[in-house]
């Protein structure tokens, strides 16, 4: 499927393509930014016009597929049953028309040259449970982040719609920072919970296993922040069974400089949990 590629774009090509992009996902958000599980849990068949309805009533999936796509498979051709409402007809054109190619345009990122699935740059705690597309992403944003936190001096970040925390658990474990998460899904507050808990018993176990790493990790680190202490962190190095941000630090066995402080949804930690610092 044909697309449109960003970096031939010029600046002002860019922002129209963003207020397009924009315009579109406000008017039939409602379709487009959802998961595949809440069009059968929170019914939203019944939220899109009757004449669509009519239309797509009674379609497999790999006929939707290939009407929305208009890619047939070999000796497929597309035949449409009824006349397609001009509503749906423009959404397909419109999608289609602003989509992102998916042929990258540019050579393989170079954290990925030796394992196609998993980034050199990320440590093995962040890189588990997530695919390499999100590994890229919670690197390059979280790092740039972490600039311009240091850059404004801003001392807290508050990610909202954090998901399973993936970016959220690397900023604060990863890069040091302090950072408070802000979920509205309970399921996926749980499963963030899950991978919390899964993340610090890691660490405990290679804590216990390098423990020389910690000791230099606490050296380096150096004085703690305010905010190590009110999460939990206690003040002084790593004590006994306390697992230490060195062994999150590819190529380096520094800690963080700064104390951690995270938490995912409505009371997904309780009051007084440290976490490693």
Same mark, same amino acid.
């Given at each position: 499927m044909p697309g449109i590629s960003a970096r031939?774009? =010029?600046?002002?090509?860019?922002?129209? %393509? +963003?207020?397009?992009?924009?315009r579109v996902l406000a008017l039939y958000r409602s379709i487009l930014d959802a998961y595949i599980i809440e069009f059968f849990t929170d019914n939203l068949w019944d939220t899109i016009p009757c004449s669509w309805q009519e239309a797509?009533?009674?379609?497999?999936?790999?006929?939707?597929?290939?009407?929305?796509?208009?890619?047939?498979?070999?000796?497929?051709?597309?035949?449409?049953? =009824?006349?397609?409402?001009?509503?749906? %007809? +423009?959404l397909k054109s419109t999608a289609c028309a602003l989509a992102f190619t998916r042929m990258p345009g540019f050579q393989t990122p170079s954290e990925f040259l030796e394992n196609p699935s998993q980034s050199s740059r990320l440590t093995a705690p962040f890189r588990k449970h997530v695919r390499p597309k999100k590994q890229h992403e919670i690197r390059r944003l979280g790092e740039l982040v972490k600039k311009l936190s240091d850059f404004t001096g801003c001392t807290q970040v508050v990610d909202v719609g954090s998901g399973q925390g993936h970016l959220s658990r690397f900023m604060a474990l990863g890069l040091g920072l302090m950072v408070k998460s802000i979920e509205g899904d309970q399921r996926l507050v749980e499963r963030?919970?899950?991978?919390?808990?899964?993340?610090?018993?890691?660490?405990?176990?290679?804590?216990?296993r390098n423990p020389q790493i910690c000791a230099a990790g606490a050296t380096a680190s150096g004085a703690r922040s305010p905010a190590a202490t009110e999460s939990g962190c206690p003040s002084g190095p790593p004590g006994p069974g306390e697992p230490c941000g060195g062994l999150l630090q590819p190529g380096s066995t520094a800690c963080p400089t700064g104390g951690d402080a995270y938490s995912t949804g409505p009371a997904a930690v309780p009051s007084g949990t440290g976490f490693p610092c």
């Open positions: 031939g774009l =010029s600046h002002e090509g860019r922002k129209q %393509l +963003a207020v397009n992009l924009t797509l009533d009674g379609l497999k999936p790999p006929q939707l597929a290939t009407m929305l796509l208009g890619m047939p498979g070999e000796g497929e051709v597309v035949r449409y049953r =009824s006349v397609w409402p001009l509503t749906l %007809l +423009a963030a919970q899950r991978l919390d808990q899964e993340l610090l018993q890691a660490l405990e176990k290679e804590e216990k």
